[in-house]
């Protein structure tokens, strides 16, 4: 497994907030409550152990009990999307408990307390449950984009993207199916995955890559990689990936159909892993050239110099669970869906397919993505 000084500080920073959250469970558990010290102990205990879950889950894949990690990977995530809505819905309803303290003076503080509790618990675990339902249920999302270039055979190509699988400890077996059965349906010309495609370091991962290998794609199946798969071991994730039936591009350009796809290494690889090709490529990218461009980028990073007709990320799976959205727009002004940058330069940004961490999707539902790029017949 690759790391770096940044990904042990990102790590640090993650632990600080995640355990932040998790004490302030425990703060307003003691508060509402009253419980004795020893059943405080066990508690603050259990919470250390889960807030430490995805440490405990890489150590366990990386020593290859994979039973023990899909069960720690199940318990620890499904809290972890648990604690981050109570959070919210908590320090939200604080706001009424104020509001209510300056209208009835008289009322019982432990009263409120206590109820605010169960009502923000609740409503978080009906969330979650929602959420876990939703992220198995895959949208399609139908794009017809015309173009000016001639395109190869008939003037029509489609292009089916998939994003953020995360094939892995939790997404596999079973949880691929609606997948897979999706894009088989969509039967594309092209079939693009842009980045995380695996998540994980597994044994007897090889026949999940054959279930995506078996997909058809008449003129290619193209691959880029993303931060995931730097994370879950470069060459693991290769080796996944091209067993998939993908061919990868890593700061690579190949011709198909009359179009070009350029696809870019992600961003992690400048640090772990320099293809040694970042330069020849910049300048690739900038190039004029004949015909409709491609461009796949895991990260919707936009380089002004690049010259493309369509760019496909991924990456920030439209928030995954609301409102933690709203901290990703931060960094990345668009979450999903397509944005024209200039005329007849567009970017779209997938919601992807999968989960990273919690298996649970709340108001960023799932998605697969059919392009029908609609251009001239060729002369």
């Known amino acids: 497994m690759n790391v770096d000084i940044r990904t042990i500080l990102m ?59 899909r069960t720690a990977s199940m318990i620890g995530y499904i809290w972890m999307a648990f604690i981050f809505l109570f959070f919210f819905l908590h320090v939200s309803m604080e706001l009424i408990r104020l509001i209510h303290r300056l209208l009835v003076p008289a009322a019982g503080k432990t009263q409120i307390q206590a109820g605010i509790f169960f009502i923000a618990a609740c409503l978080a675990i009906g969330l979650v449950i929602y959420g876990y339902i939703d992220a198995q249920c895959i949208r399609m999302r139908n794009l017809t984009i015309s173009t000016n270039e001639p395109l190869l055979p008939d003037g029509k190509i489609r292009i089916v993207q998939i994003s953020d699988v995360h094939v892995g400890i939790l997404n596999r077996n079973s ?35 054959a279930r995506f290998a078996a997909l058809p794609a008449k003129y290619g199946k193209f691959a880029i990689l993303g931060n995931h798969e730097y994370y879950a071991g470069l060459d693991r994730s290769i080796e996944f990936t091209q067993a998939a039936g993908f061919t990868i591009l890593r700061d690579d350009v190949v011709r198909v ?10 961003i992690t690889g400048r640090r772990f892993a320099e293809t040694g090709k970042r330069e020849g490529f910049k300048k690739a990218q900038s190039e004029k050239r004949d015909g409709f461009v491609l461009l796949l980028k895991h990260q919707p990073h936009i380089d002004p110099s690049a ?23 931060i960094y990345f002004p668009h979450l999903h869906g397509l944005i024209e940058i200039l005329p007849n330069k567009l970017l779209y940004i997938s919601r992807g397919a999968g989960t990273w961490g919690p298996p649970v999707r709340i108001f960023a539902p799932p998605e697969i993505t059919v392009i029908d790029l609609i251009g001239k017949k060729p002369t």
């Not at 007709?309 to 995954?320: A, E, F, K, V, W």
Request: net charge negative.
């Open 307 to 329: 010259n493309f007709h369509l760019m496909l990320s991924g990456h920030t799976h439209g928030g995954q669970i609301y409102p933690f959205g709203l901290l990703v727009k």
């Open 11 to 69: 790590l640090a920073v993650f632990l600080g907030l995640y355990g932040g959250i998790n004490f302030y469970f425990f703060s307003r558990v003691r508060s509402a409550f009253h419980f004795p010290g020893e059943i405080s102990i066990v508690l603050l205990g259990i919470l250390i152990l889960l807030v430490l879950t995805p440490i405990i889950v890489r150590v366990l894949e990386a020593y290859h009990f994979e039973y023990a990690a």
């Open 257 to 266: 159909a009359g179009i070009t796809i350029l696809g870019s290494d992600d």
């Open 175 to 209: 949880r691929l199916t609606p997948i897979l059965e999706s894009v088989r349906a969509t039967n594309p010309d092209i079939l693009v995955s842009t980045g995380d495609l695996l998540d994980g370091e597994l044994d007897n991962i090889m026949k999940d890559a």
